[in-house]
């Protein structure tokens, strides 16, 4: 008796999804069929580019802004990173990145975006877009004068007076 009733279950699989290969199609989706393979040329891949979707469709990307990436990552960094200098490091050019890209969402970097900041963005913490090079500049000339003044102040005559009385000329 059980032989029989594999062969009747298997009967009705086969009614369901023939052997051979054949199955019915309806003009819609003979249309979706010759649309993939023209984009894919071959068919085996739709597994792969069905598992590529699922991994990366709309439903499986969380919304982030690049604030809230930076922070995390750099949360995570903290966490990780035994050298303070490594993490300096990482955290300034990760804010300067924050900085250019503030108002978007993750998603909507491309890598030719990202590739064209990489490519102009500063190397060093000097480079950053908020030091100009004369504010710079002007700022050590100042600090320089500043402590000019106090040793001047503090040996009761002018540096350039010290140095042509010890000259002995």
């Excluded at 008796?1 to 052997?19: E, G, L, S």
């Excluded at 071959?42 to 580019?49: A, F, H, K, Y």
């Amino acid at each position: 008796m059980t032989r029989k009733k594999a062969k009747i279950n298997r009967w009705k699989a086969n009614q369901t999804a023939p052997v051979d290969g054949t199955i019915q199609v309806d003009q819609s989706e003979l249309r979706w069929l010759a649309f993939l393979r023209e984009e894919l040329r071959d068919l085996s891949l739709l597994p792969e580019v069905i598992r590529h979707w699922r991994l990366t469709g709309a439903g499986s990307v969380k919304v982030t802004s690049i604030d809230d990436a930076v922070n995390r990552y750099i949360s995570y960094r903290e966490g990780n990173t035994a050298n303070q200098r490594t993490l300096n490091d990482i955290c300034w050019r990760l804010r300067e990145f924050g900085r250019e890209f503030s108002e978007r969402e993750m998603h909507q970097n491309t890598a030719a975006e990202i590739s064209d900041y990489l490519e102009g963005s500063p190397k060093t913490k000097k480079e950053t877009p908020r030091q100009k090079p004369g504010d710079v500049e002007l700022a050590k000339e100042r600090r320089r004068a500043g402590k000019m003044a106090q040793k001047q102040a503090s040996l009761g005559r002018p540096r350039s007076q010290n140095r042509r009385a010890s000259l002995g000329r």
